[in-house]
């Protein structure tokens, strides 16, 4: 079983930074995928970024170049570095972990989530 607890969000203006983290806990050398989701009032959630065991990143059209994702192997915490926040990335966002190496950001793959952190961006 896996653990995940994200923090870090909150509220900012247009145009302002936040930066989620996720600590992970538990049987973590079973995963081999981390990604960061979102889900906006209204509509469905939708992959952000992901990063594999192997180091390849993926990210979403609509953050690339504006978010960065990470992740620190030696205390099991993954990241995501939000630059240039709109409100149209206001959001509940949630850490995920899949057993598999894949970095499509397909729901079915990820088998452990976390209970999310609100970002709200205002105008």
């Known amino acids: 079983q896996v653990h995940l607890v994200e923090s870090g969000g909150g509220s900012v203006q247009a145009g302002g930074s936040l930066r989620l983290s996720c600590a992970a806990s538990g049987f973590t050398l079973s995963i081999r995928t981390l990604a960061w989701f979102r889900q906006a009032p209204g509509k469905e959630r939708e992959g952000v970024a992901s990063i594999t065991t192997g180091g390849t990143l993926y990210y979403a059209g609509s953050v690339t170049g504006r978010f960065t994702i990470s992740r620190d192997s030696a205390t099991n915490t993954l990241f995501l570095q939000m630059n240039s926040l709109k409100p149209e990335d206001t959001a509940m966002y949630y850490c995920?972990?899949?057993?598999?190496?894949?970095?499509?950001?397909?729901?079915?793959?990820?088998?452990?989530w976390g209970q999310g952190t609100q970002v709200t961006v205002s105008s």
């Open positions: 995920a972990a899949s057993p598999q190496s894949d970095w499509t950001l397909g729901e079915y793959l990820y088998k452990y």
